[in-house]
């Protein structure tokens, strides 16, 4: 639902950087969210953004711009543990939360 | 310790049945909500509560049914109608409908496999 766009898989190398990116439908437009997904687990959050601008969290940083409808999750330093699916979530008129499909990171040696 | 529990972890179901999937949070959150998940997709909302005695329908609520008696629990009772259930569903909370920080807090899932 409302066309929450990401791309489906990236590849990147231990210790490099990766940005994955995010648009979605502005109309009603509350805020986003950032969630890691190991395979069969729940989603566990990352981070929230609800004014344009970078939240640094340690090795991972969020990006908003609201009137473009665009996010990126920036992933530093990548470690095998970060191999993982990255979903892009946005609260809209303050009742639902809608995902995207998820980007499946895989970082090598 | 607060969280959100949801049981069983595996549940297996024959053709024609109903079966419901356990929600239970003690985190006091007035928002709870019911998520399907198919290998390699996202999360697609099936229903959502935000306040007891009230739900609403998600994007793919045709097969399903819920309940919020209790502020603490939003059972999804699966129903035969539903034609393609096998899927692994997620339940998660919300602090408040209406704050700006409202991060939905996820439970373990329920994997359901018709057999």
């Known amino acids: 639902g409302q066309n929450i766009d990401q791309p489906t898989e990236m590849t990147a190398t231990e210790g490099a950087i990766v940005q994955i990116n995010c648009t979605y439908q502005t109309s009603g437009f509350n805020g986003l969210f950032w969630y890691q997904q190991h395979a069969g687990e729940a989603p566990t959050f990352l981070s929230y953004n609800v004014l344009d601008g970078l939240e640094e969290k340690g090795r991972f940083s969020s990006f908003l711009s609201r009137s473009k409808g665009y996010s990126y999750l920036l992933l530093k330093e990548l470690q095998m543990k970060d191999s993982a699916s990255y979903l892009c979530a946005v609260s809209y008129n303050f009742n639902k939360f809608y995902f995207g499909s998820g980007t499946k990171l895989n970082v090598k040696p | 310790d607060g969280g959100i529990t949801q049981s069983p972890k595996y549940l297996f179901r024959k053709e024609g049945q109903n079966v419901t999937l356990s929600c239970e949070q003690n985190l006091n959150h007035d928002a709870m909500y019911w998520y399907r998940q198919d290998p390699g997709q996202g999360l697609r909302l099936i229903y959502y509560?935000?306040?007891?005695?009230?739900?609403q329908k998600g994007d793919i609520a045709e097969g399903y049914s819920v309940s919020r008696e209790k502020k603490e629990s939003f059972p999804l009772t699966v129903t035969s109608a539903q034609k393609n259930p096998t899927a692994f569903y997620l339940c998660?909370?919300?602090?408040?409908?209406?704050?700006?920080?409202?991060?939905?807090?996820f439970g373990q899932g329920t994997r359901l496999t018709v057999v």
């Open positions: 509560s935000q306040i007891v005695n009230d739900f």
């Open positions: 998660a909370s919300s602090i408040d409908n209406r704050g700006w920080n409202t991060e939905a807090f």
